[in-house]
């Protein structure tokens, strides 16, 4: 599979911010990073140490990541991912994390990442405890998870 992960440039913002929310209204239930495409512009034009990154399959955006709380002074980050529908239940999200533990470990030393999963999103909780994710605690609708790196 030609999966290829890499720091989103400025000027590729604007065709995946129109990619996510032209999939995004199909009805993922599950995200809620970003409400409006203004909000996602904003975000990923104004970030200065947050991370956002673009999931290639052979050279088409199939979905992006993110790692945030970076500006906020956080010392390691809160990771989400989104793909698209088209491209989903293909292993792209498995090899994109899997890239991005690496760069995590090796680029930035972070010791470990988390994130908030809705509690109804199975595959999703499958797949992060299946990459190592440990679960933390449930608030509400969410389950925080965590994955320590080995740094």
Do not use: W
Not at 21 to 39: C, H, L, R, Y
Not at 70 to 99: C, H, M
């Amino acid at each position: 599979m030609n999966i290829t992960v890499e720091i989103i440039k400025r000027k590729e913002i604007s065709n995946l911010t129109n990619l996510f929310f032209e999939d995004f209204i199909t009805g993922d239930n599950f995200f809620t990073q970003f409400s409006t495409k203004q909000e996602m512009i904003e975000v990923l034009s104004s970030t200065k140490k947050d991370l956002f990154f673009l999931i290639k399959h052979s050279g088409d955006i199939c979905g992006y990541m993110s790692l945030r709380g970076l500006d906020d002074g956080y010392e390691n980050p809160r990771f989400g991912i989104y793909v698209f529908s088209e491209f989903r239940n293909k292993n792209i999200a498995t090899n994109a994390i899997q890239f991005l533990f690496l760069f995590c470990e090796r680029k930035q030393n972070f010791r470990s990442i988390d994130l908030i999963v809705d509690k109804d999103n199975i595959k999703a909780i499958s797949l992060y405890k299946s990459l190592g994710f440990k679960a933390t605690n449930e608030d509400g609708r969410n389950i925080n998870m965590i994955k320590m790196l080995n740094c």
